[in-house]
T-cell receptor
Framework: AQTVTQSQPEMSVQEAETVTLSCTYDTSESDYYLFWYKQPPSRQMILVIRQEAYKQQNATENRFSVNFQKAAKSFSLKISDSQLGDAAMYFCAFHNTNAGKSTFGDGTTLTVKP | SAVISQKPSRDICQRGTSLTIQCQVDSQVTMMFWYRQQPGQSLTLIATANQGSEATYESGFVIDKFPISRPNLTFSTLTVSNMSPEDSSIYLC??????????FGPGTRLTVL
């Protein structure tokens, strides 16, 4: 079974600054995907960024980027130039391609201070 | 991407009754998932619903308590049966798209008195 650990229950960042959210996972699978999802207070979960395990290059999506360290089983999310709208709960997720389902971390609540 | 709607958005129910939650997707998808989420906490997978076959339930969840229907590739329902206050939670529907990305519905907030 896979486990996903987000060691930071809460984080805060000043507007326009950079923040990094941590995520580690444990698996024996070789074929998988990793995701960061964002859940604003309105509740609907949306995709932030996606990383294929077989790709060495770190995924980037505008102000969001990841640091994927496969050997260390680490998958952190960096948010640059933080905006008030980035305030949300962020979930790291591991998707087992063979099983066809995902495991989510406990989430990190991000506060953005004006 | 996929656009997902859920009905109802919230409900308050009496103990011992049942509630059926609907999930509608704007495109045909193979895999649909039902999750439970306590406010401010992580998601727990209840079951995977594939069209044309019975749902696959995770450990701790049983069909008698959470029957699921999947009549076609755009629709699914989850019923929470014989409810108790412990069933109070947010129930989320999601679908798997290209590259195994999941798209989520807005959720159904259930309160059981």
């Amino acid at each position: 079974a896979q486990t996903v650990t987000q060691s930071q229950p809460e984080m805060s960042v000043q507007e326009a600054e950079t923040v990094t959210l941590s995520c580690t996972y444990d698996t024996s699978e070789s074929d998988y995907y990793l995701f960061w999802y964002k859940q604003p207070p309105s509740r609907q979960m949306i995709l932030v960024i996606r990383q294929e395990a077989y790709k060495q290059q770190n995924a980037t999506e505008n102000r969001f980027s990841v640091n994927f360290q496969k050997a260390a089983k680490s998958f952190s999310l960096k948010i640059s130039d933080s905006q008030l709208g980035d305030a949300a709960m962020y979930f790291c997720a591991f998707h087992n391609t063979n099983a066809g389902k995902s495991t989510f971390g406990d989430g990190t609540t991000l506060t953005v201070k004006p | 991407s996929a656009v997902i709607s859920q009905k109802p958005s919230r409900d308050i129910c009496q103990r011992g009754t049942s509630l059926t939650i609907q999930c509608q997707v704007d495109s045909q998808v193979t895999m649909m998932f039902w999750y439970r989420q306590q406010p401010g906490q992580s998601l727990t997978l209840i079951a995977t619903a594939n069209q044309g076959s019975e749902a696959t339930y995770e450990s701790g969840f049983v069909i008698d308590k959470f029957p699921i229907s999947r009549p076609n590739l755009t629709f699914s329902t989850l019923t929470v049966s014989n409810m108790s206050p412990e069933d109070s939670s947010i129930y989320l529907c999601s679908v798997a798209a290209v590259g195994d990305t999941q798209y989520f519905g807005p959720g159904t907030r259930l309160t059981v008195l």
